[in-house]
């Protein structure tokens, strides 16, 4: 007998934990479908496998009023009709049947109607109520339907066993739900503290490049006898404080939103080669000198943004190496995924600088937003690819992308 209701609260223990991962991976605890299908599951095999074949002697009721207090009046009629379908079949119509109807159906309506209110409750006094019904239930059972072959001490035991069953259970469905509950929030918080950032400081960055732009105007607008050339230097120097704000609003949009508008496919040996001429002027200039090796493979992405992408990593590379030094660009096919090594010989980074990269506003550069590298990490995730670095203060850093291939070779 122990053995039986042991193995029946193994089975609502189990249906618990799996509405909880549900919960975990979609973020909805309140789920009817799921309370459905875990306690209409959980009932049947209460019934089914429990040793005795007595229809008293298991925790069915457990899962019963659980799933009506937590779905409502909709899921308490859906099992009350399954337990009337799965008495039928292992018992057929007997004697108890009626009983059986009247205790179960009035169980379940008083559940599902007490279910909204349920919800507003502390967790002692769900709990206080869960422990009600589960001592109301098991002694209208045994007055209504007693099997005289169990004696008083097995009647006692299966009278207190459900009570304790049911404090277990609630305790541990509302410590869950709690969990869940919890996290939901933090998350939320997190996201919310990271949109006041970011708008802080893009905000502050933008006003930097519009402030002097503003100053180079007016100089000109009220210096009546300045020099066309100094004109002419103030208007340039204003456009390029302006394509600087621009950059900056450009770069916190893809981060906002690094979903491409449509999908292409892209050769990564043609494309990086391209990135390879277009930063090879700004890497000459500060004396660094690039090597490439570059396979020829397809890639599921968007254009425009795989060139911002890898513009800013080798970009970030090469001021990285302030007194020259080498950019590496290297290409390999590895499980149906391309791997792209990025190495410089430049400063390097320490431990602790390594963990922040990719946070909001942190740089290693001394004017950097640090939204180059959200940006980076935003586009490789939508490309369904990882990104790992590694780095050594003062020998260099790598960075190591994994894409999947899209065309096989």
């Known amino acids: 007998m122990l053995y039986g209701l042991l193995l029946n609260l193994l089975f609502i223990l189990v249906g618990i934990f ?36 007595s229809f008293i002697q298991d925790l069915k009721f457990i899962p019963f009023i659980i799933g009506s207090l937590y779905g409502g009046i909709f899921v308490s009629i859906l099992l009350f009709i399954i337990m009337l379908l799965v008495y039928l079949f292992v ?9 059986f109807f009247l205790i179960f159906g009035s169980v379940g309506l008083a559940c599902g109607l007490l279910s909204p209110r349920f919800f507003k409750w502390t967790m002692t006094k ?39 069953a049911m404090i277990i259970v609630g305790y541990i469905m509302e410590a869950m739900r709690e969990t869940v509950s919890l996290r939901q929030q933090i998350i939320k918080a997190e996201k919310s503290e990271v949109v006041s ?24 607008l009220e210096s009546e006898d300045l020099p066309l050339e100094k004109r002419k230097e103030y208007i340039r120097l204003a456009l390029e404080e302006l394509d600087t704000a621009s950059n900056i ?5 893809t981060f906002a939103k690094p979903a491409p508008a449509y999908w292409e496919l892209l050769d990564i040996g043609i494309h990086l080669k391209h990135i390879e001429d277009i930063i090879s002027t700004y890497a000459h200039m500060n004396s660094v000198r690039i090597e490439s090796e570059l396979v020829s493979c397809v890639i599921q992405g968007n254009k425009q943004q795989f060139h911002q992408c ?17 950019l590496t660009i290297y290409t390999s096919i590895f499980q149906k995924h391309v791997l792209i090594q990025i190495s410089d010989t430049g400063i390097g980074m320490t431990k602790e600088q390594l963990n922040r990269i990719g946070e909001p506003y942190f740089s290693t550069k001394e004017k950097g937003t640090g939204l180059g590298m959200m ?35």
Not at 93 to 98: A, C, E, K, Q
Not at 129 to 147: I, S
Not at 199 to 214: C, D, F, I, W, Y
Not at 249 to 253: C, E, G, K, T
């Open 18 to 53: 799996l509405q909880h991962l549900w919960a975990e991976k979609t973020g909805n605890d309140h789920s009817k479908i799921v309370i459905t299908v875990v306690t209409a599951v959980t009932i049947i095999l209460c019934i089914l496998l429990q040793l005795d074949h």
């Open 91 to 99: 018992y057929g119509l007997t004697s108890t049947f009626i009983p």
């Open 126 to 164: 769900k709990l206080q109520a869960m422990v009600a019904f589960a001592c109301l239930v098991p002694l209208f059972m045994f007055f209504f339907m007693n099997d005289h072959q169990i004696d008083s001490y097995h009647t006692v035991f299966l009278l207190i066993t459900p009570v304790i």
């Open 197 to 220: 950032q970011l708008a802080a400081s893009v905000s502050h960055e933008v006003r930097n490049p519009l402030t002097v732009t503003k100053g180079f105007l007016q100089l000109v």
């Open 249 to 253: 609003i450009n770069d916190y949009l």
């Open 310 to 326: 890898f513009l800013n990593i080798t970009k970030n590379c090469i001021e990285a190496m302030p007194d020259g030094g080498v």
């Open 375 to 409: 940006v980076v990490y935003s586009i490789i995730k939508a490309m369904k690819g990882t990104i790992a670095i590694s780095s050594n203060l003062g020998q260099g850093t790598t960075f190591t992308i994994r894409i999947p291939i899209a065309v096989p070779r």
